[in-house]
């Protein structure tokens, strides 16, 4: 049974730090990416970030480029989101989420074929 478990969430004051990790586990084949997206209340979901597990490459969306960090460790099948600098409207809940086979377009949540639970994310004074 395909799982993914999400952890690292919480409160912090704006321009902390905080870093979340995604724990991958009962895939049968390797999977070809995992993203992270996250959905603020009545708002659409949005791609974050994703790392492709073969060679590491990486997207990150516009709004986080150069506060958000995403990495990967194959051996322990762990993807983390090191999040700096961060704001009030990073606020949301954070998914993690993979892609079996590949994608065409990263930032798209359609694209990904199973999604974790979710973690939230508050970033307040």
């Known amino acids: 049974q395909v799982q993914l478990v999400e952890s690292g969430g919480g409160l912090v004051q704006p321009g902390g730090s905080l870093r979340l990790s995604c724990a991958a586990s009962g895939f049968t084949s390797e999977y070809y990416a995992i993203g992270w997206f996250r959905q603020a209340p009545g708002k659409e979901r949005e791609g974050v970030s994703c790392?492709?597990?073969?060679?590491?490459?990486?997207y990150l969306a516009d709004s986080v480029k150069g506060r958000f960090t995403i990495s990967r460790d194959n051996a322990k099948n762990m993807v983390y989101l090191q999040m700096n600098s961060l704001k009030p409207e990073d606020t949301a809940v954070y998914y993690c989420a993979a892609v079996i086979n590949r994608f065409n377009i990263w930032y798209l949540w359609r694209e990904y074929d199973c999604w974790g639970q979710g973690t939230q994310v508050t970033v307040s004074s």
């Open positions: 790392i492709r597990r073969s060679d590491g490459s990486t």
